[in-house]
């Protein structure tokens, strides 16, 4: 798999599946318009905090990765743009086949490795199994469970989790 930035003719791709009911079942944001993703995918290669990409198999596009950087918690005088806020989405098709893990790794390891970030997190339905499982596999561990704290359009009030991992642990484990 090659995780790359993205092209105009990605985002026309992306159009076809992003708004798909089975794509954005477990989405929070369920919908964005066709203008919205071209501006925001065109924006990622001139932006100093989005490295969202592309996820390509055999020159298809087969999911993207979304890896925003953040500025950690706490009191003031703390180093920003420390963290990162990661996600994907697997391109129908492409589902099962470890393509959201290795989307999820590939993405922490540049978060870790390339850009020195010093802590990773993500979020999701604690209902949505295949999500956790694609951040455990990834090397993240839950860290929080709320309980009825996400709304889900079909569903009601679920539980959410959120995953993390920290730089010196992560590396550590995953060292070569």
Known sequence: MLLRDPTPADVDVIATFRNLPDV????IV???????????????????TDFSCIAEINGELAGIGFLEIE???????????TDAGIG??????HQGGGVGSAIA??????????LGLRRVTAGCFADN?????ILEKAGLEREQHGRGDSWHAELGWID???YSALAKDWLAEHAH
Do not use: C, M
């Not at 369920?30 to 100093?48: A, I, N, Q």
């Open 24 to 27: 954005n079942r477990w989405l």
């Open 30 to 48: 369920t919908h964005e318009s066709t203008d919205e993703l071209r501006r925001r995918w065109l924006s990622v290669t001139s932006s100093d």
């Open 71 to 81: 500025d950690g918690s706490g009191q003031p005088g703390k180093p920003r743009g």
């Open 88 to 93: 994907y989405i697997v391109r129908p098709g």
């Open 105 to 114: 790794l590939g993405i922490t390891q540049a978060a870790f490795v390339d």
């Open 129 to 133: 199994a295949a999500s956790w499982r």
């Open 160 to 162: 959410g989790y959120t």
